[in-house]
């Protein structure tokens, strides 16, 4: 039963790819065993073991520009399978001193100036980096120049060249750059991997897909390029199809033994917006098993609760992504058993454009739910004007928080409010596993429809993210 929630399927694990690097001319012995571990592991799609395997290689050989430039490809790709903001800053990091010390070591290298520029067009992300995006960008461009000036024939130069064109957003120079790349060498699968990045932003989402598919191809155990295949055929409500890629991502990394929850948040999200809430907190909580340490998947089991009406489910996950909690609190959230399973305190996440919906669901459940023999509104207010200071002009979200605010700030006039009361659901309909039941409660029930209409999960309606 639960493997066909998952969606499992079986794929084979191909072993050879093109590396887009040529072989360094004389390595050493030790460094060249390392680095061929490190391609078996990056073709086989363990990003984390070829991150080792190359950092060994770099001990071995630490003037090899290109290890050190092919160990900073991978970090920053790797940093896409990351799940909070802090932990893809610290790896989009790593990669820029792996990008920048092949530099050091070749300034007149090509390809180390093309990886530099891809590795700073990542990191200039502004919601990881904010205040150096332009700067990142900019700088990126003139590595890509510089790489193209020392070989006119670089196509990666031309590809990453191209990829911060759309971040800059000069569509037509992103464009030129990349057909012009598609021309050289189209057996590379960074080319057809912004290609369709291309299309993507150009809206074009069907010739994006058939470009993922095509770098997928070239790199067929690269679960980056599923989830991304699978959240583009989400944005266009082809759900099975996108249930299929997603899926496709989870069976690769379950072969390889990897705990990487992506794949299953996004399938959990994918179901939630097919209005099945049961498979997606079956496969939330897959997420969480594999990752039990990450705020937000708490969040997003909260989000689900939240969307399914269980509201007194959504409070203590969200209260867990948002401000943290003990290994008690978490243990609940996880339906574990204190007794055998490890015991993890959860650090609450940052307020950002990426987990501010945790923030605004987790105010409004608290003030909708308020009653008189509890404090929740005492919760409430904190976390409600930390989002109103932050995102006074975003007139959704001001949307949303404006009548719990309200709610708060006129306790006594809402109390006395003929209340409506929030019935348990069918147990063998809809209650989610591993979720208290919603016992009857007074409340707002049409406060708490406004914002369900108002909420809605991060990336749901994007390709960036799972």
């Known amino acids: 039963m639960l493997g066909s929630l998952f969606l499992y399927r079986a794929v084979v694990i191909q072993k050879t790819i093109r590396s ?15 680095a061929l571990e490190g391609e078996t592991d990056f073709t086989a799609g363990n990003l984390e073991a070829a991150i080792t395997d190359y950092k060994e290689a770099v001990k071995q050989d630490p003037n090899n520009a290109q290890l050190w430039s092919e160990l900073a490809r991978i970090q920053t790709y790797s940093s896409a399978s990351l799940t909070t903001d802090d932990a893809s800053r610290t790896r989009l990091q790593e990669a820029l001193a792996s990008a920048n010390q092949a530099v050091k070591v070749a300034p007149d290298n090509s390809t180390a100036h093309a990886v530099l520029a891809f ?27 510089r790489a193209m000036f020392l070989d006119p024939k670089n196509t990666l130069a031309l590809a990453y060249d191209a990829e911060i064109m759309v971040d800059e957003q000069k569509w037509d120079q992103a464009e030129q750059k990349i057909q012009l790349a598609l021309q050289q060498d189209p057996s590379l699968m960074d080319v057809h991997r912004v290609d369709a990045y291309v299309k993507e932003n150009e809206g074009d989402y069907n010739d994006s897909i058939k470009e993922y598919v095509k770098a997928a191809a070239i790199t067929p155990n690269l679960t980056y390029l599923y989830i991304q295949i699978g959240a583009t055929y989400r944005l266009l409500q082809q759900f099975d199809l996108a249930l299929d890629y997603f899926t496709k991502a989870a069976t690769i990394e379950e072969q390889l033994g990897m ?24 496969n939330m909580r897959k997420a969480l098993e594999l990752n039990p340490n990450t705020p937000e998947v708490y969040g997003e089991i909260g989000i689900i609760y939240f969307q399914s009406r269980n509201y007194e489910g959504a409070i203590p996950a969200l209260k867990c992504a948002v401000k943290g909690c003990p290994p008690a609190d978490s243990c609940d959230v996880r339906n574990c058993d204190p007794q055998t399973d490890p015991k993890i305190t959860i650090q609450g996440m940052p307020l950002t454009e990426d987990t501010v919906v945790y923030y605004y669901t987790y105010g409004s459940v608290l003030a909708a739910m308020h009653l008189p023999s509890d404090d929740y509104c005492n919760q409430a207010m904190p976390v409600l004007h930390q989002v109103q200071a932050a995102f006074s002009s975003d007139a959704s979200i001001m949307g949303i928080i404006e009548p719990s605010e309200e709610i708060c700030s006129n306790i006594p006039t809402n109390l006395t409010m003929t209340p409506v009361v929030l019935t348990t659901p069918n147990p063998t309909a809809t209650t989610i596993p591993g979720a208290p039941s919603p016992s009857p409660t007074e409340n707002t029930l049409a406060t708490l429809d406004t914002i369900m209409d108002l909420t809605a999960t991060p990336n749901t309606s994007s390709t960036t993210g799972p």
Not at 22 to 29: S, W
Not at 122 to 143: C, D, F, H, R, V
Not at 263 to 280: D, L, N, R, V
């Open 119 to 145: 590795v700073l067009d990542w990191n200039s992300n502004p919601i990881l980096n904010p205040g150096q995006s332009a700067a990142m960008l900019t700088q990126g461009e003139q590595e890509a120049s």
């Open 259 to 282: 705990k990487d929850p992506i794949p299953f948040i996004a399938i959990s999200k994918t179901y939630s917006q097919m209005g099945q809430f049961f498979a997606a907190a079956l």
């Open 20 to 34: 887009p690097f040529e072989p360094t001319p004389v390595p050493t012995r030790i460094s060249a065993s390392y």
